[in-house]
Nanobody, 123 residues
Framework: QVQFVESGGGLVQPGGSLRLSCAAS????????MGWYRQASGKQRELVAD???????KTEDAVQGRFIISRDNAKNTVTLHMNSLTHEDTAVYYC?????????????????WGQGTQVTVSS
């Protein structure tokens, strides 16, 4: 059973840091490119960082220099270290494969998104 469980979010002041973790199961984790995504209220979900099966990491322009993605293939986890947080980083953060995994459950198409973890940047 495919599952992504995100944790580590919370309320943080501008300029602060958080570390998000994602535990993945039901996939061939070590051979999968993984990504962290976020969805702010009223906006579409967007990719913020991804890391290939070879460990090569990439971050999107909006978070470059502030966010770092890493993975632990022994634990099937992917981590997002977030620094110098701003109000614009407020969102629900999700992990998934990159591109997101697509499958069918009971005849319905799904991307297996987890519950996500809320990050709120506020003073």
């Amino acid at each position: 059973q495919v599952q992504f469980v995100e944790s580590g979010g919370g309320l943080v002041q501008p300029g602060g840091s958080l570390r998000l973790s994602c535990a993945a199961s039901g996939i061939s984790f070590s051979s999968s490119a993984m990504g962290w995504y976020r969805q702010a209220s009223g906006k579409q979900r967007e990719l913020v960082a991804d890391i290939g099966s070879d460990g090569r990491a990439k971050t999107e322009d909006a978070v470059q220099g502030r966010f770092i993605i890493s993975r632990d293939n022994a634990k099937n986890t992917v981590t997002l270290h977030m620094n110098s947080l701003t109000h614009e980083d407020t969102a629900v953060y999700y992990c998934n494969l990159n591109p997101p995994l697509t499958g069918w459950i009971n005849g319905r198409k799904t991307n297996f998104w987890g519950q996500g973890t809320q990050v709120t940047v506020s003073s």
